[in-house]
């Protein structure tokens, strides 16, 4: 019986010697590590050995912690401990330079984030207000910027202590050995290792990142704070990542924690590989192909039959609540054929990124040839407008729409137009297309192709007001009509 207690109490001693003396841990790659970790929401270890916190799905949310509990203060001090902890992250977005929304290291009181809530809140918080029961340390790597939590760009480190507002926070960056500082773009895809030490004597906390092996010299971020009241005596480490609307897949390839010394740094060739994208789903048009070598009559019923249905669904359009109580603030597809001719090739003012432009006139845009401005504002606001500001919009309207390049303003100047930093511009030239026969099919001549277009987007000229374009044939004067002349 003697011997039993003995051994229960040894056994008893040495359990818990093991699981307050975590001192230090090291992952390099994570293939085997499913028992060390707690791991929840979409998070996996992907077949390269990376934790893939999440997928560029939108929405989603993943959690990645260490199983065992940290002890961050000695029994009986309320003092917290110095730590050192290297890792390295991979974010690969969902499409180039635009993913979403960032990942962080984070240290809480319970390894369950129940609740949490994807986008902006990174899988830490269940909302902005909610009262933080129980406190937490982050470091957030941001890569979207919210204007909830004051967040300064869309590619940022910052400091987080019991809220996502950060303490402080910059943009990311990296020093050369020459203490030059070197921009670096954390949802580029880019493999980057990252550093973070607190002091505890000195009370400071440093953070460091890189896209190399070895530690930089210079911090990024060294903010003075007591994480004393931060801190129970035992937390729990790990890594938390969420998607928005714009999603990347958030990985950690390796991974050091020390509570006895400064983490080695990891170095990079010996990591896990960032996986490829994932494939996206099979396109209808390969399942298509397949199955119609199996059965091709019964296939090209189908087929026949879904392009029908397509091709009906394609004129509908479904008008949407808020658009009947606020007017028609977007046309119908049937209306955009009619007016582009079905789409036609010399319709296309150019492509880009977003999609195809296509040059198109509606039915009813002519109003405002005959002169009076008033009259193309919709008749439903009852005449309950500022004048001032509708005649701007439709000048700027009318500049931005020109074919005439020179004549088109850039961003920077609507935007000076509408803050009213520049006078409003008091004559408009009319786009060419108004004395070609009222008609909007553009000939080879009159240009609508896909290098004005370009001219458009890219074009930092300055119009600089009627002197400028009185060479154009046709000018709008607004003069006497409204209240914006005398000018
Ligand atoms: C948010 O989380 C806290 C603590 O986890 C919980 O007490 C609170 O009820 C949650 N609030 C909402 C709105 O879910
Ligand atoms: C949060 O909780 C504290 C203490 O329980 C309380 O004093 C404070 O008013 C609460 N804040 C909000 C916004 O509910
Ligand atoms: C620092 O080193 C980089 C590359 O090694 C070099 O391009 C840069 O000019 C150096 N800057 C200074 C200030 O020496
Ligand atoms: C932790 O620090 C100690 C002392 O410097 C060192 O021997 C050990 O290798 C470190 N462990 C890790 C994982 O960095």
């Not at 090291?26 to 970790?37: D, M, R, Y």
């Not at 937390?235 to 509570?259: E, K, Q, R």
């Not at 990124?353 to 109003?367: I, Q, R, T």
């Not at 004048?387 to 701007?392: I, Q, R």
Request: proline share 5%.
């Amino acid at each position: 019986m003697e011997t039993f207690v003995f051994l229960w109490l040894l056994l008893m001693f040495f359990t818990h010697l093991a699981s307050s003396l975590t001192q230090d841990f090291s992952f390099i790659g994570f293939k085997k590590a499913t028992p060390n970790l707690i791991m929840s929401g979409v998070t996996e270890i992907a077949n390269t050995g990376a934790i893939r916190l999440t997928t560029d799905t939108s929405r989603v949310i993943g959690h990645a912690f260490y199983s065992l509990p940290i002890r961050f203060k000695p029994t009986g001090i309320n003092r917290a401990l110095s730590f050192s902890t290297t890792f390295v992250i991979a974010m690969v977005p969902e499409y180039v330079t635009l993913g979403g929304h960032g990942l962080a290291f984070s240290i809480t009181p319970s390894p369950n984030l129940q609740g949490s809530l994807s986008s902006q809140y990174l899988g830490l918080l269940n909302s902005s207000r909610a009262n933080i029961s129980s406190n937490f340390f982050a470091v957030e790597f941001d890569t979207v910027k919210d204007l909830e939590f004051e967040d300064i760009n869309d590619n940022h480190v910052g400091i987080d202590i019991n809220s996502l507002e950060s303490s402080i926070s910059t943009p990311a960056a990296y020093f050369l050995p020459n203490s030059t500082k070197k921009e670096l773009f954390l949802d580029s895809g880019r493999v980057i290792q990252a550093w973070i030490d607190y002091d505890s004597d000195k009370k400071r906390l440093d953070v460091k990142i890189s896209p190399l092996s070895e530690k930089p010299k210079l911090s990024l971020l060294s903010y003075n704070v007591d994480l004393s009241p931060v801190f129970g005596d035992e937390m729990y480490v790990g890594f938390s990542a969420s998607t928005g609307l714009l999603a990347s897949s958030h990985y950690i390839l390796g991974w050091n924690f020390n509570m006895s010394g400064e983490a080695l740094s990891l170095s990079l060739p010996s990591l896990p590989r960032v996986p490829r994208p994932l494939k996206k789903k099979k396109s209808p048009g390969l399942i298509l192909g397949v199955s119609l070598s199996c059965s091709l009559l019964i296939i090209a019923v189908i087929a026949v039959a879904v392009m029908f249905g397509i091709k009906k669904a394609k004129d509908e359009d479904r008008v949407e609540e808020w658009e009947l109580d606020f007017g028609p603030h977007r046309f119908s597809y049937r209306e955009l054929k009619k007016a582009t001719n079905g789409f036609g090739d010399k319709e296309l003012l150019g492509s880009g990124g977003f999609g195809k432009v296509y040059k198109g006139k509606l039915p009813d845009s002519e109003e405002w040839q005959s002169g009076d401005i008033r009259d193309v504002v919709d008749r439903r606001l009852n005449g309950e407008y500022d004048e001032d500001e509708v005649v701007m919009v439709i000048k700027l309207g009318l500049l931005c729409s020109n074919n005439s390049p020179e004549v088109r303003p850039t961003m920077r100047q609507v935007v000076m137009y509408l803050e009213k930093q520049f006078p409003s511009p008091e004559v408009v030239p009319a786009p060419d297309f108004l004395d070609a026969n009222d008609s909007m099919c553009l000939d080879d001549a009159s240009g609508g192709n896909a290098g004005e277009f370009e001219d458009f987007v890219d074009s930092a000229r300055f119009y600089s007001g009627p002197n400028q374009t009185s060479t154009s044939s046709s000018i709008f004067s607004f003069a006497g009509k409204t209240k914006t002349d005398g000018r």
